[in-house]
């Protein structure tokens, strides 16, 4: 793995749009009466799905890692719902947290977080499906959303 791949990871992006989320939110802190605890469970409702979409991943024996070939087409459990439940759990722990903090202010970081992790990442990963399961992936990629 080079340089770029190594550090090109939806983690690391997410870490940097959680960081400026937490400036954003220290700067002009917006205090909305039950905002933290619904930014609390969007948080961790984001953590449950990462770790269920990962385990799906893992016990069909494909990768998790963004760059990585597929071995298998997951299209059970959370994967019918979602071609991408690890991102949109990420995005869920973005918006979580920047609730939590106070951040409203910050909450246009989802979109653009998603943005880039959608060309970034998503955009490859779908060729490396199509690529390698052809007419199913395509099968699947027509019946099941992107995002939810």
Not at 67 to 74: E, F, I, S, T
Not at 93 to 117: C, E, K, N, R, Y
Not at 118 to 131: D, G
């Amino acid at each position: 793995m080079g340089p770029r791949t190594m550090f090109d990871l939806p983690p690391v992006w997410l870490a940097v749009f959680l960081g400026l989320s937490y400036g954003a939110a220290r700067l002009w802190p917006v205090r909305v009466p039950g905002m933290p605890a619904v930014g609390l469970g969007l948080a961790g409702l984001g953590v449950v799905l990462l770790l269920v979409a990962a385990a799906q991943m893992l016990a069909r024996r494909t990768t998790v890692h963004p760059h990585g070939q597929p071995a298998v087409l997951v299209t059970g459990g959370l994967f019918r719902l979602s071609r991408n439940p690890i991102y949109l759990a990420d995005a869920l722990m973005l918006a979580g947290l920047t609730l939590w903090w106070d951040g409203l202010v910050a909450l246009p970081l989802v979109p653009v977080f998603m943005a880039l992790i959608a060309r970034r990442f998503i955009r490859p990963e779908e060729a490396r499906l199509r690529a390698a399961f052809g007419v199913a992936a395509d099968a699947y990629m027509a019946r099941t959303r992107r995002w939810l």
